[in-house]
């Protein structure tokens, strides 16, 4: 017991001597705003693909409306499902570069976090050098 009780309080009082560092942790404001950034391109990005999920459906769709109304022989329908087709298709660019423009914000966020982690790291170095 004597031994267990000699042996916490070196334990103890090695870990006295180690510096604790102050708001070490915590983020500064450009790692915050990277991460704001980087959370929000991911969202948007999330937010493109369920876009080109269904661009995709509607694409599908009016080609098949457009195959039937071929073999029916019904004019409209095969005009519909073309004016369908040529909506998806929009649609799915339109959500390409809204994914593209997520992936950019995301990299963006990523240079941001870096930036905010090297300013962290150079004011500990300067304090640590006071």
């Known amino acids: 017991m004597v031994r267990r009780l000699i ?20 983020p500064t404001n450009a790692e915050k705003e990277g991460n704001r950034m980087e959370r929000k391109g991911n969202a948007e990005e ?21 195959s039937e109304g071929k073999d029916t022989g019904n004019k409209a329908e095969a005009e519909a499902g073309e004016r369908v087709e040529k909506k998806g298709k929009a649609k799915m ?10 992936e950019q914000m995301e990299k963006s966020g990523n240079k941001v976090e870096k930036a905010g982690v090297k300013e962290k790291k150079e004011s500990e170095k300067a304090a640590a050098t006071k």
């Open 7 to 26: 042996h916490a309080s070196m334990i103890l009082g090695a870990l006295a001597f180690v510096p604790a560092r102050a708001g070490a942790n915590e």
């Open 46 to 66: 999330k937010a493109a693909d369920a876009d080109k999920a269904h661009a995709d459906q509607m694409e599908k769709k009016g080609r098949a409306m457009k």
């Open 93 to 102: 660019k339109a959500a390409e570069a809204r994914q593209d423009a997520a």
